[in-house]
């Protein structure tokens, strides 16, 4: 099993940043892809980024492309999603998630996940 935590989430401005952590743990060795997904209040779960563990290639929604940076640490076993030029939209619940099989887009394709952060964004 892999084990997922994340943090931090808060409470910022539009136009501002933030930077998630999702520490890893556990059968860390098992992991193919991680990523984040967010989930606003009455919306389901959507794809936020991901990242190809073996490569580093990374994959982007969006809605946050060119704003959102994903990026790894390989020795800590830590993901991180730097957030830039946020918006009020993108306020939501991340979640970290990881994937022992392949890197997807679908919330559904990703069998780990972490307990999520609140990120909320004031206009």
């Known amino acids: 099993q892999v084990q997922l935590v994340e943090s931090g989430g808060g409470l910022v401005q539009a136009g501002g940043s933030l930077r998630l952590s999702c520490a890893a743990s556990?059968?860390?060795?098992?992991?193919?892809?991680m990523g984040w997904f967010r989930q606003a209040p009455g919306e389901d779960r959507k794809f936020v980024a991901t990242?190809?563990?073996?490569?580093?290639?990374?994959y982007y929604s969006d809605s946050v492309k060119g704003r959102f940076t994903i990026s790894r640490d390989n020795a800590k076993n830590t993901l991180y999603l730097q957030m830039d030029s946020l918006k009020p939209d993108d306020t939501a619940v991340y979640y970290c998630?990881?994937?022992?099989?392949?890197?997807?887009?679908?919330?559904?394709?990703?069998?780990?996940w972490g307990q999520g952060t609140q990120v909320t964004v004031s206009s």
């Open positions: 556990g059968r860390t060795s098992r992991i193919v892809a």
């Open positions: 998630v990881g994937d022992s099989i392949s890197v997807g887009w679908i919330a559904d394709e990703y069998a780990y």
């Open positions: 990242m190809r563990w073996s490569d580093g290639k990374s």
